[in-house]
Nanobody
C-alpha cells in the first residue's frame, strides 16, 4: 500500500537550515508529482511547494528563494531543503502524493524555529 514517511524535523534557530525527507513506497515513485504542505498551530494546512514527475518545481511566495524541493527517483525519497528559516515557518510539514484519485499523506514532521 502507499506509504509516505516524513523525517528531519526539529528545533532550529532563526536563520538556520533543515532538510526534510519523505520516504515513499507502494507505488511507482518516478511517475508521480509530490507536494509539501505545512500546518501551523491553529491554522489550516497550506501548500508549500510541488515537484512534477519531470522535475518542474513550484513554490509558494512565502518560501520562494529559501526552500528547495527535490526528488531522488532511485531511492524513492522526496526532499525539502529549507534555509533562512523564520519563526513563521514553524509548523508540521507533510508530504503528499495524488494517486488514482486519492490524496495520500504522511503523518508529518514538526519543524520549530525559535531562539
Amino acid at each position: 500500500q502507499v506509504q509516505l514517511v516524513e523525517s528531519g524535523g526539529g528545533l532550529v534557530q532563526p536563520g538556520g537550515s533543515l532538510r526534510l525527507s519523505c520516504a515513499a513506497s507502494g507505488f511507482a515513485f518516478h511517475n508521480y508529482a509530490f507536494g509539501w504542505f505545512r500546518q501551523c498551530p491553529g491554522k489550516e494546512r497550506e501548500w508549500v511547494t510541488s515537484i512534477m514527475s519531470d522535475g518542474a518545481t513550484f513554490y509558494a511566495d512565502s518560501v520562494k528563494g529559501r526552500f528547495t524541493i527535490s526528488r531522488d527517483n532511485a531511492k524513492h525519497i522526496l526532499y525539502l531543503q529549507m534555509i533562512s528559516l523564520k519563526p513563521e515557518d514553524t509548523a508540521v510539514y507533510y508530504c503528499k502524493v495524488h494517486r488514482s484519485g486519492v490524496d495520500y499523506w504522511g503523518k508529518g514532521t514538526l519543524v520549530t524555529v525559535s531562539s
